[in-house]
């Protein structure tokens, strides 16, 4: 009996050790694989926030740059402004000096002037005022209109995005990775083929997929005015997608007329200018076209989830 007792608890001195507790090394390895782990999420994010950095920091160095460009253009501006301003006051003292000219006696230390002399003044009082010149007339303040500097200004932006977008393409080899940031606006219509009293609004999509955004609804087929914009992004080599649509229709993808806007037409400088409209046949209607502006904002380089 006491050998099996024996027996016993060396079985059971065997089955317990196989249920003995960790050892030290194992608690030692778990605590280290979690620090790696800490260690490794730590770096993400510290990663993480080194891409934020760079993409505010790349904003605010655009920011500054469309900035000095609007300060340059406000600059030229008023120099022409300045220039135009010298101008016209020089031009009633040169009248006041040919006018005393004109008043002087017709005699000279009592001889009288010759008579040669007296049609040649005649004719220096009729001749014509001249017209401005074309420097004089855009340098005039009276003419320069907030829609001129409005552009002025535009122009000077758009620039500095090109130069943008062209140094962002520098850096990729692979296109298809590049990301455009664009500012759509439907301006208006003319000659929509609806159907009479039949109300409708203008659908943008990115190539051939559902309207992501709609205009407010008309009803004016001969003229219709919306002036309505949507910021969008798209791939290198994507065209938009204008779709003239039933105001009660549900389908994203449903058309009375469309117009399509290719890629190379719009980038990298914008676009503004008619589109033609096509039926649902595919058949231009005379007439019939969709004016719409696209102003490009900016480029970036998609990561590989995108």
Not at 38 to 43: K, W, Y
Request: hydrophobic share 35%.
């Amino acid at each position: 009996m006491g050998a099996n007792c024996a027996s016993n608890g060396q079985a059971c001195a065997q089955g317990g050790s196989q249920q003995s507790p960790r050892t030290p090394k194992g608690e030692e390895d778990d605590v280290s694989r979690l620090t790696m782990w800490e260690q490794d999420v730590e770096a993400v994010k510290e990663e993480a926030a080194k891409r934020q950095q760079r993409r505010e920091q790349e904003a605010a160095a655009r920011q500054a740059r469309i900035e000095a460009a609007e300060m340059a253009a406000e600059e030229g501006r008023r120099g022409k402004e300045v220039s135009g301003a010298a101008k016209t006051k020089t031009k009633p003292e040169k009248a006041g000096k040919e006018g005393k000219t004109k008043e002087a006696p017709a005699s000279k230390n009592g001889v009288p002037v010759a008579e040669a002399e007296m049609p040649k003044a005649e004719e220096r009082t009729k001749e014509p005022a001249q017209e401005p010149t074309a420097s004089e007339t855009l340098a005039s303040p009276t003419l320069a209109s907030p829609t001129l500097l409005d552009s002025a200004k535009a122009q000077a932006v758009d620039g500095v995005v090109q130069k943008e977008i062209e140094e962002v393409r520098k850096t990729v080899a692979d296109m298809s990775l590049l990301r455009y940031l664009l500012e759509v606006k439907i301006v208006s219509a003319k000659n929509v083929p609806a159907e009479e009293k039949q109300q409708f609004a203008v659908g943008l999509a990115r190539c051939d997929n559902a309207v992501k955004f709609r205009t407010k609804t008309a009803a004016t087929r001969e003229k219709a005015v919306w002036n309505q914009a949507s910021k969008l992004q798209i791939a290198h080599g994507d065209f938009l997608t204008f779709r003239v649509q039933d105001k009660d229709s549900e389908d994203p993808m449903a058309f009375i007329a469309r117009a399509n806007l290719d890629f190379d037409r719009m980038l990298p400088a914008g676009f503004e200018d008619e589109l033609e409209l096509e039926d649902t046949r595919g058949n231009k209607a005379a007439g019939s076209v969709l004016k719409v502006r696209v102003r490009v904002h900016g480029a970036r380089v998609a990561t590989g989830q995108e």
